[in-house]
């Protein structure tokens, strides 16, 4: 399996919204509804903000919301504030109890 | 409060086997419901799935790494390992150990990450 696309960069001035896509195949992400995202700044462990393509756990901000339609996933984190500024990974189920990750795309806040 | 801590040589010699073990705290390694697993990330790299493992066995691994990679548990001790055999330069890499959800696939825990580094 090859790893899901990202794009390697993002940015947006604090207030605004960004979007980040999240691109697979029918094999993972267009065939199940399990895809997770995390945000990590640098030098930390990755911390889960997204799950099951809409899902946030208790204590992530409702301005990180996630999408999916067809091959491709989508984070959209509204209300940019500087703490936003990281990198964040998405990934999905592909079955046979495999994950795939993407490549990552870093966040700028301007 | 789970906690997860990955332990083992910073370094490892080229063409030998890099052995990690990670340590689960606040929590038993014993359920139903999560996997235990590895992640790799080299420098400056996205994520790579190694695999996981139930606590009773029955290992997934990246087909990727699938030759090299062999996972076992120590319920006793609350324990997990990973053993990469052969190595290279392209294993470097800072290895998390994490939480699997059985039935949301996520990982909602995650170990502070270890660097491993290949000399040759």
């Known amino acids: 399996q090859s790893a899901l696309t990202q794009p390697a960069s993002v940015s947006g001035s604090p207030g605004q919204s960004i979007t980040i896509s999240c691109t697979g195949t029918?094999?993972?992400?267009?065939?199940?509804?399990?895809v997770s995202w995390y945000q990590q700044h640098p030098g930390k462990a990755p911390k889960l903000i997204i799950s099951?393509?809409?899902k946030r756990p208790s204590g992530v901000s409702n301005r990180f919301s996630g999408y999916k339609s067809g091959n491709t996933a989508s984070l959209t984190i509204s209300g940019l504030q500087a703490d936003d500024e990281a990198t964040y990974h998405c990934?999905?189920?592909?079955?046979?109890?495999?994950?795939?990750f993407g490549g990552g795309t870093k966040v700028t806040v301007l | 409060q789970l906690q997860l801590q990955e332990s083992g040589p910073g370094l490892v010699e080229s063409s030998e086997t890099l052995s990690l073990t990670c340590t689960v705290s606040?929590?038993?390694?014993?359920?139903?419901?999560?996997?235990w697993a590895w992640i790799r990330q080299a420098p400056g790299k996205g994520l790579e799935f190694i695999g996981t493992?139930?606590?009773?066995?029955?290992?997934s691994y990246n087909p990727s790494l699938k030759s090299r990679v062999t996972f076992s548990v120590a319920t006793s001790k609350n324990q997990f390992s990973l053993k990469l055999s052969s190595v290279t330069a392209a294993d470097t890499a800072v290895y998390f150990c994490?939480?699997?959800?059985?039935?949301?696939?996520?990982?909602?825990?995650w170990g502070q990450g270890t660097l491993v580094t290949v000399s040759s």
């Open positions: 994490a939480r699997q959800a059985v039935a949301a696939t996520d990982f909602d825990y």
């Open positions: 606040g929590g038993s390694i014993i359920t139903s419901d999560y996997f």
């Open positions: 493992v139930y606590y009773s066995g029955s290992p």
């Open positions: 029918s094999s993972d992400v267009g065939r199940y509804n399990f």
């Open positions: 099951e393509v809409t």
């Open positions: 990934c999905s189920y592909a079955g046979n109890a495999i994950s795939i």
